[in-house]
């Protein structure tokens, strides 16, 4: 593991609460090397050896944030993830030996929400993870609010049958309440804001991933897939060779 001084210091991460992260690697010079670097930035590290080990930490301890390997004894990052989504939307980051588009494609469809690809440096896994951070505290600001308009229905975007709450970060399909991640809600967030506008998949990256940097836009397209299964296939259509909109009726 490479170490980028630019990430910032131990300081930044540290506070009354430290941020628990869950590391499950099977390697252990890998995991302990992950581990020692987090610790470093001032995150709380649990760990595990392998799936089903990786499964009882996450079911007996809080965890803000989850690190899967994909290539796990037991039960794989993969068949982790899967479980975890059953139950959780904690945010989730997958590491894989390769940069393998089947390995990022199953990790992305699974419900993980970014992935690095080891040997992983320190400085952009630390990025990575204040991304997915910023996004499960995400909280947009209200507008209905700030102009001084009182009432909640100010907040309350509605598009045929789905309607987005941006004050109550909840999201309803024909009544019922749809469970979204945090990138998930975010994603829709962007869309909602813009109805009708084509939003390319460079400025989702910016937006809701928090790249400063070009990243890999299979994040973006499989994020889109879980969406739509959620809220309704025909709700975000694709514009080709430009991106994605939000269908207003």
């Known amino acids: 593991m490479t170490s980028n001084a630019q990430v ?5 991460a540290r506070g009354p609460a430290p941020v628990s992260v869950l590391v499950v690697e099977d390697d252990a010079t890998i995991r302990r090397a992950v581990q020692l670097a987090l610790e470093r930035y001032g995150y709380r590290v649990a760990v595990a050896a392998d799936g089903l080990s990786g499964l009882e930490a996450f079911r007996a301890g809080a965890h803000d944030l989850l ?9 794989d990052g993969i068949g982790l993830c899967h479980r975890i989504r059953e139950v959780s939307p904690v945010p989730v980051l ?3 030996a390769r940069g393998d ?3 990022v494609v199953a990790g992305l469809e699974a419900g993980a929400d970014d992935y690095v690809i080891k040997p992983v440096d320190t400085g952009v896994m630390v990025a990575r993870i204040r991304a997915l951070l910023r996004r499960a505290t995400f909280r947009p600001e209200a507008e209905g609010t700030a102009a001084g308009k009182p009432g909640r229905a100010d907040h309350i975007l509605v598009f045929g049958d789905l309607s987005v709450d941006t004050l109550g970060m909840e ?5 019922e309440t749809v469970s979204l991640t945090p990138t998930e809600l975010r994603l829709l967030l962007e869309f ?10 460079r400025r989702l990256l ?6 400063g940097w070009e990243g890999d836009t299979r994040v973006v397209d499989l994020c889109v897939l879980r969406l739509r299964k959620k809220i309704g296939s025909g709700r975000i259509e694709t514009v080709r060779g430009f991106g994605y909109k939000l269908v207003r009726g």
């Open 8 to 12: 910032g210091s131990v300081s930044e």
């Open 67 to 75: 690190i899967l390997d994909v290539m796990l004894p037991e039960l």
């Open 94 to 96: 997958m590491m894989s």
């Open 101 to 103: 588009a089947l390995d």
């Open 171 to 175: 999201v309803r399909r024909a009544g």
């Open 192 to 201: 909602a804001a813009a109805p009708g506008s084509v939003l390319d998949r």
């Open 206 to 211: 910016r937006d809701v991933w928090d790249y």
